[in-house]
């Protein structure tokens, strides 16, 4: 068994570079929120005029006579300062729940897990930053606004920001943050005057769970997605498959997951080509990427090393070795399950506009270009805040294995009628579900 996490962590403060400040007088935009976090766009006011630059004629037309100079104030030191990039990053602050990992410590697992294991390039970032104390009450309270005014997603409401970034009493005073990439089409892009269009989907269980049973007819991704009624996406092992009708299935399903954000995009761009053509464009796009790029093949890796056994098959091994087994302190399965719910971003440059040759971009290694025709590709991976034990998970995982064994969703035995919407589902849905995924059925 792999050691625990509590031995292997080293504290945050001995590695970490010392944060930069961001200021009390940004302005945040709500840019949208997820299960654990909420995401800002940065707005920084423009500098007030100096007033050494005011010219010779205006000074003299004051009626009182120039005063003395003043001696100087001895300098003091400035505090650290955010980059000079905030126009290409965004603000992610963490909500106050007890399975959400503190940003201290979420920089340190950034660094020294995930960075060493996927590579600097093909991650969105993870810069810790210093927060003014207003910032997090002002963020919350324009939270409770948008309750107020019924425009906060329903399912987020009632959840609010962590104050300070970990359990300490006399951490009150250090509330943090984190800069990511912008990854969105309005992310500011001096290098291209075309349009940009920006996609995300998350690659979920790129290998099949180890306790599904032998015979499996659904990957763990598509047995519950049935268990749970939820419409067909596309099948995760498509998406590391060899073969071509594989992987145009999957990169339509993606495009058809995105079509809200997409609609919302042209019309901020005031886009004028039609929407089926874009959509056609950004499949064929996807498609080329997929084909090439290695990173979902290192992410199918990766989650296959770090749980070969399965959370069931952890437990057999721990009484089987007379051992038993600390489920909490697994450090391997923490980083399994984080990378089976990571999320890939994914620009493309120039699509939203006219054609043009474009540039080379990041394909997925941060070196060769993946989108082998006209458009520029930038695809990195975010999300990857290690999964604590807290809160229940670990219950929750367990317990969804058993359901999906037990209920038959792996091997497509369910009961008829489990589904009170079978008779709703088209003919490709029947059919995909009768026959179940396509890399384990042949």
């Avoid at 020294?112 to 996927?118: C, V």
């Avoid at 005057?193 to 032998?214: H, N, R, V, Y």
Wanted: proline content about 9%; glycine content about 6%.
């Amino acid at each position: 068994m792999s050691s625990s996490a509590t031995e292997q962590q080293p504290k945050p403060d001995a590695i970490l570079p010392v944060p930069p400040l961001l200021p009390s007088n940004v302005t945040l935009e709500y840019i949208a929120e997820g299960a654990a976090n909420v995401i800002y766009r940065i707005h920084v006011p423009s500098p007030p005029p100096d007033p050494s630059s005011s010219s010779s004629s205006t000074i003299a037309s004051s009626s009182a006579p120039p005063s003395p100079p003043s001696p100087p104030s001895p300098p003091s030191p400035p505090p650290p300062q955010p980059p000079q990039t905030l126009q290409t990053r965004l603000l992610r602050l963490r909500k106050a729940l007890p399975s959400t990992v503190p940003n201290l410590q979420s920089a340190l697992h950034h660094l020294t897990i995930f960075q060493p294991l996927l590579g600097r390039d093909n991650l969105i970032g993870h810069d810790l930053v210093r927060l003014a104390p207003n910032i997090i009450r002002d963020a919350n309270d324009a939270l409770r606004v948008a309750e107020a005014t019924e425009t906060r997603p329903p399912k987020r409401r009632g959840v609010y920001l962590a104050t300070v970034d970990d359990d300490d009493d006399d951490d009150d005073d250090k509330p943090y943050g984190v800069l990511v990439r912008d990854m969105t089409s309005a992310a500011h892009d001096r290098s291209s005057s075309s349009s940009t269009i920006s996609l995300e989907f998350k690659p979920k269980w790129l290998a099949q769970s180890p306790d599904a049973p032998a015979g499996a007819k659904r990957c763990r991704t598509c047995a519950l997605l049935r268990a749970r009624r939820k419409s067909r996406s596309f099948c995760p092992l498509d998406l590391v498959s060899e073969d071509e009708r594989d992987l145009r299935d999957a990169a339509g399903w993606i495009v058809v997951g995105n079509r809200k954000r997409l609609q919302q995009q042209r019309q901020q761009q005031q886009q004028q080509q039609d929407s089926k053509e874009l959509e056609e464009r950004l499949q064929d796009t996807l498609v080329s990427w997929l084909r090439h790029t290695p990173l979902l093949r290192r992410l199918r890796e990766l989650q296959r090393r770090f749980d070969p056994v399965g959370i069931l098959g952890m437990e057999v091994v721990g009484r089987e070795a007379g051992t038993g087994l600390d489920m909490t302190t697994d450090w391997d399965f923490l980083k399994a399950m984080t990378l089976r719910d990571c999320t890939v971003f994914f620009k493309i440059h120039g699509i939203g506009g006219e054609e043009d040759e474009g540039e080379e971009g990041n394909d997925g290694d941060g070196k060769d270009r993946a989108n082998r025709n006209r458009y520029r590709v930038e695809a990195r991976i975010g999300d990857l805040d290690l999964k604590s034990p807290q809160g229940g998970k670990l219950t929750y995982w367990k317990a969804v294995e058993q359901e999906l064994i037990s209920g038959g969703w792996y091997m497509g035995t369910e009961e008829e009628g489990t589904n009170d919407d079978d008779d709703d589902d088209d003919d490709n849905e029947r059919e995909h579900r009768r026959q179940g995924c396509k890399a384990l059925t042949g």
